[in-house]
């Protein structure tokens, strides 16, 4: 058994898809949703896995990266295309980065999902292997 907490963050930003078809090659926005997942099997002595506040720091680090840019600009999406699934990635790998700093060992990012409508998402998430070999 593991414990599992999320925060929630939204951003805009434009996008290309490159050689994609049907019009998302086109210059267009989105007002993107980041849900990020963090796990872990031991609570500190106050009873928190990770306090909601070092992710959503960690995360806003990340996301004002993105805010109000067109993603095609940005230096890791310049040859990668911006795809929800790139953006999972992304998002992903800086939030646990963020999250090193803290040296917290107990916890770590399980999970990024990036919604560009209510309907679609993508995520990138730790294999349960790995996720299962966390510090205790
Ligand atoms: N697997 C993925 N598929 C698609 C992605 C993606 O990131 N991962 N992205 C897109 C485009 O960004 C595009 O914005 C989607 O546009 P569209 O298909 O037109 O869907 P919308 O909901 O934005 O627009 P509607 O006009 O409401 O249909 C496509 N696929
Ligand atoms: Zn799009």
Known sequence: ???????RKTFSASHQLRH??????RLHGHN??????????????????VDFRDIQAALTGV????????????????ILNPTAENLAKHVF?????GLDENR?????????EIFET??????????QEAASGIAT
């Open 1 to 7: 058994m593991a414990f599992e907490i999320k925060v």
């Open 20 to 25: 994609a078809s049907g019009g998302c090659e």
């Open 32 to 49: 993107w949703v980041c849900l990020v997942y963090v796990c872990g099997d031991t609570l500190d002595r106050n009873g928190l896995l």
């Open 63 to 78: 996301i004002d990266e993105l805010e109000h840019t067109h993603l095609n600009d940005l230096a890791p999406f310049r």
């Open 93 to 97: 790998e800086g939030v646990q980065k």
């Open 104 to 112: 917290n060992n107990r916890a770590r990012v399980s999970r990024v």
């Open 118 to 127: 209510e309907d679609c998402s993508a995520a990138y998430f730790l294999p």
